[in-house]
């Protein structure tokens, strides 16, 4: 009659917490059903990059001087800067200029560093092939122009999730003159001035 009792016991126990479980799981749930949404039809909506996403490095010829602190300043040693002396101008001459994307690690020292600004990053994200080798690219291809998210007919471009207005559910209905979610960095500074004050 006890071993009854016990199991008995045990069984209410276990519902119990079983139901509390189960009561746990719907309130995550329930919690997430007042979210934003976070899904985006990839290949026909895409979301525009932050202002200083960290792209394809888009290189300008004309601009480089060949003084290699690309070369010193990268963790890896990646870009590859051929040239040589051009003994009448007393003057290097840049022959070829490359990286290597599929080693890259897109820290952007070599854009920091770069004192003719003549590497930058693009918000060029969509880097896949089918060949790794096809990713060194050499100076003619990234010197071509960066592709823009809002340029392409074919795809919607989403403002950021995370920016979107308090309230604001659906980013597809966002108008494009609305402020992002947050301060800009001159109200921060108008709000610190009117505290010091």
């Not at 969509?126 to 790794?132: I, P």
């Not at 559910?169 to 010091?196: N, T, Y």
Request: net charge negative; hydrophobic share 35%; with cysteine.
């Amino acid at each position: 009659m006890f071993k009854f009792l016990q199991q008995v016991g045990d069984y209410t126990k276990q519902s119990f917490q079983a139901g509390r479980y189960i009561g746990q799981g719907l309130a995550v749930t329930f919690d997430h059903m007042q979210r934003r949404p976070i899904t985006v039809q990839y290949p026909y909506e895409k979301l525009i990059p932050s202002e200083r996403f960290r792209g394809r490095i888009h290189f300008e010829f004309d601009k480089c001087i060949a003084c290699e602190v690309c070369v010193r300043v990268c963790p890896i040693n990646l870009p590859v800067v051929d040239w040589e002396f051009d003994k009448q101008n007393k003057k290097k001459k840049l022959n070829h200029y490359s990286i290597d994307f599929g080693v890259c690690i897109f820290c952007g020292n070599c854009v920091e560093f770069c004192p003719t600004n003549c590497i930058s990053f693009t918000e060029e994200y969509e880097l896949s092939v089918y060949d790794r080798h096809q990713l060194n690219l050499d100076s003619v291809a990234m010197g071509r122009l960066p592709y823009k998210v809002t340029d392409d007919p074919m795809v919607t471009p989403l403002r950021e999730l995370v920016y979107l207005p308090k309230g604001t559910l659906e980013p597809h209905e966002l108008p494009a003159d609305v402020h992002r979610a947050g301060l800009f960095i001159d109200d921060i500074l108008d709000q610190k001035k009117s505290i010091v004050i």
